[in-house]
């Protein structure tokens, strides 16, 4: 039991309900369930005040959020370096089949494609629109929407509101569209 | 103390996104064509246990470790601003294959490369900042 734990991905009963104790946690401490904030919160801090008021925040009160992000970053190294899977992702048949197709088949062995994510690709046309072009639509729309899944689809739609289920239907307009017709073109460049 | 409290709480979310896949490019693939439960359940259940939550706090008055009452703040009314805003994330989502914090645990899981990401999202958030009046909002 220990074992799988460390060592082998959780099922999802095991990793909802485990990041709803946290959304607790974290209220509990006095703070708030959102992550896409942080952003905001290293763009003041690295000066963003002198371009644009948005940025014109007391940084120093939300240094927390910086705190937190070290500890994700810690996690996440635990998860992946200190405690290794030992399986790869147990993906549906259908999503492999187009993996496939697409001449992807890292998911045997690790849950991010070591055909795109790596230095060498970054300076290709396709690890530049996964990666750089990706990174830019996520800080811009998370921004624009203000919250991400963290602050609308879990804390905004836990407390009922219209405004996130809303943000949500975006992300699946978006994600779904880019999914389907954008993905299979990119992985041909 | 209190950054300490934090600290922990962050390893505690890296870790589980992690070790529950929320971090995969694969998994997030298959959930935007709605193949696998997976992501859907994992959303779904953290939803359920959060709105328990959610009400336990509000209902009882719920009070902080510091003793202050929580409040669960809440976002604006509005639509544009929301779909848009949405769709643009949902499009970087598909792409990195992350949300916002999956984008900091990705580099501590080994995939180094992602600092980058997180560089071009600091980026589109300035950019977000020096546009944001020029965008349709319901607020300022």
Not at chain 1, 2 to 13: A, D, V
Not at chain 2, 13 to 24: D, N
Request: proline content about 3%; some cysteine; aromatic content about 16%.
């Amino acid at each position: 039991m220990m074992h799988s734990l460390l060592y082998e991905p959780w099922p999802w009963f095991v990793t909802g309900p485990a990041i709803g104790l946290l959304y607790f946690a974290l209220y509990y401490v006095g703070k708030r369930f959102g992550i896409s904030g942080t952003y905001k919160t290293a763009c003041s801090m690295l000066g963003g005040g002198k371009f644009a008021d948005y940025f014109k925040i007391n940084w120093k009160a939300d240094i927390w959020n910086l705190v937190f992000v070290a500890g994700m970053v810690i996690g996440g190294y635990l998860a992946g370096v200190v405690f290794p899977n030992e399986v790869g992702v147990d993906l549906s048949a259908a999503t492999i089949a187009s993996l496939e197709e697409m001449g992807l088949s890292s998911y045997s062995e690790t849950m991010i494609p070591s055909e795109i994510y790596t230095w060498e690709t970054l300076f290709s046309l396709k690890g530049f629109i996964f990666i750089v072009i990706g990174g830019l639509f996520v800080g811009f729309g998370t921004r624009y929407a203000d919250g991400c899944t963290s602050g609308h689809g879990i804390s905004g739609i836990a407390n009922l509101e219209y405004s996130s289920l809303i943000a949500v239907l975006g992300f699946f307009i978006g994600g779904s569209t880019v999914t389907y017709f954008l993905i299979p073109i990119i992985m041909k460049l | 103390m209190k950054n300490i409290r934090l600290l922990i709480i962050g390893v505690a979310f890296g870790f589980v996104l992690a070790k529950g896949e929320v971090i995969s490019w694969f998994r997030v693939y298959e959930m935007f064509r709605f193949e696998s439960i997976h992501l859907f359940g994992v959303i779904g259940t953290a939803v359920f246990v959060s709105m328990f939550f959610n009400q336990l706090i509000k209902r009882s008055k719920m009070k902080d470790i510091d003793g202050k009452i929580i409040e669960i703040p809440k976002f604006y009314d509005g639509i544009v601003q929301y779909l848009i805003g949405g769709t643009i994330f949902g499009i970087g989502w598909a792409l990195t294959g992350s949300c916002p914090g999956p984008l900091y645990i990705q580099i501590g899981y080994g995939t180094t490369v992602m600092i980058v990401a997180v560089l071009s999202a600091l980026l589109g958030s300035f950019l977000y900042g020096l546009v944001k009046n020029y965008l349709p909002h319901k607020h300022k």
